[in-house]
């Protein structure tokens, strides 16, 4: 089982910028792919993004392509996400996720999740 952290989120003005952390301890979370999700009040949780254990490939939810960027750390046991030009639909809880196999994220591990609002 990997545990996760999430830092990073705040209140923002449309247009700013946020960058959230999630940092990973486990025995082996260095081979787990990672992600982040969201959701917002009344609506269920969806997927944003997410990378392989290597940061080698990157997967993007069509609604932040453009604007947020994941990235891990040489040591793969921290993932960011960078979020640009943040939009008022962008307001959630994000949770960070992690799962040996990319496909699965979802099922895998959970951060207890950091709030993020872009107020207009």
């Known amino acids: 089982q990997v545990q996760l952290v999430e830092s990073g989120g705040g209140l923002v003005q449309v247009g700013g910028s946020l960058r959230l952390s999630c940092a990973a301890s486990?025995?082996?979370?260095?081979?787990?792919?990672m992600g982040w999700f969201r959701q917002a009040p009344g609506k269920e949780r969806e997927f944003v993004a997410a990378?392989?254990?290597?940061?080698?490939?990157?997967f993007y939810a069509d609604s932040v392509k453009g604007r947020f960027t994941i990235s891990r750390t040489n040591a793969k046991d921290t993932v960011y996400l960078q979020m640009n030009s943040l939009k008022p639909e962008d307001t959630a809880v994000y949770y960070c996720a992690a799962d040996r196999n990319i496909a699965t994220l979802n099922v895998g591990s959970w951060g207890q999740g950091t709030q993020v609002t872009v107020s207009s």
């Open positions: 486990g025995r082996t979370s260095n081979y787990y792919a």
């Open positions: 990378i392989n254990w290597s940061g080698g490939s990157t």
